[in-house]
């Protein structure tokens, strides 16, 4: 009894001296670390003043130098036109499955609701097997709902799931070539509709920009599809938490697609956002699908030799647009 007891006494101190560490690091350290190791968490952190939080990738910042005097955000374009106040919770190659995490440390009625922009692209093999994952995993580890101390003590100890570039590369090549696409052979994969012949051999610009889009629009999304779980935490964490939910389907180079690729690729991106749209818009429930996906010219995307939701002025005020318009249909 009396080892038992010692036993006791010092898992007791042990634990009282990682709550006081905790403590202390939350007050001293926490949100400087933040800054520089978890900038998602720290636009978060920053942002609970608002009505609204606005999840995104570079969508919400990216801009055509060349051309925008107005370099405005989308998030800022939409808490301006909106009575509701929408602050941007955003970085660059974010996705869902860092996303959610984060919303997890929401407490009920911090805010209001979240705007999460559904990138249709990130079901793609190159973003789910993207080369910038490991940095992304590395700082989700500090976004998990655990004492803050515990998460840096795992980050520093490098408590994730680390894949190296080459095994990344191998896992979207064989996505290339397996995953099954609902049309004809040879059609019927990525990697077999890239070699379809096209705008004469794979040095023309027209046939390599053809084949990304392929890449990156060409899937057959399904309950079990990788990042569909990710969308649905972030679902059921809105529920639990009484928040209402914005997904936002935002715009692909549809037009470019369609000029280059025809119906076929058409049909797909049209069977997976009715997929989407489906499987989340529940208004009942104050979850919402916003299926922007087509609403942009080919001219509104300022990355021509690659498929990005880059877009110059115009096209990030009309998406912003639509946002503050279901924003304040909503909250009237």
Known sequence: MDILKNIVIRLGLVALLF????????QFFFIDFLQDHGTLLYYQQNALDADYLYYSASSDF??????DTNTDRI???????????????????????????????????????IVIVLNYRSFSPEWLES?????LLQSRVLYEDRPNLANRVLMSLNAYDQVPDK????????????????????????????????????????RQLADHLIKNYA???HENSP??????????????????????IIPENVELA???????????????????????????????????????KDENFTDRDYPTEHYNFEGRNKVAMEVANLLNTIEK
């Not at 990216?62 to 051309?67: C, F, G, L, R, V």
């Not at 374009?77 to 997890?104: C, R, S, Y």
């Not at 080369?131 to 940095?135: A, F, G, K, L, T």
């Open 227 to 248: 990042r569909m779980s990710d969308f649905d935490q972030i679902a059921k964490s809105a529920s639990e938490k009484n928040l209402n939910l914005i997904f936002v």
């Open 131 to 135: 080369y910038n994952e490991n940095s």
């Open 19 to 26: 709550c006081g560490a905790n403590f202390i690091y939350n």
């Open 258 to 296: 369609d000029s280059l690729l025809g119906e076929d690729i058409i049909s797909i991106m049209n069977k997976n956002r009715a997929f989407l749209k489906k499987r989340y818009h529940k208004p009942n429930e104050n979850q919402h699908v916003l299926d922007i996906m087509d609403i942009l």
């Open 219 to 221: 899937f057959d999304l």
């Open 62 to 67: 990216s801009y055509d130098p060349k051309n």
């Open 167 to 206: 095994e990344r590369e191998e896992h979207f090549l064989a996505m290339f070539r397996d995953w099954k696409l609902p049309l004809e052979a040879p059609k019927n994969t990525i990697d077999s509709w890239c070699q379809v012949e096209k705008y004469g051999d794979w040095r023309n610009p027209k």
């Open 75 to 113: 998030s800022t374009i939409i808490d301006d036109n909106t009575t509701i106040k929408l602050k941007h919770v955003t970085e660059a190659g974010h996705h869902a499955g860092i996303f959610a995490p984060a919303i997890e440390r929401l407490d009920e009625n911090e805010v209001k609701g």
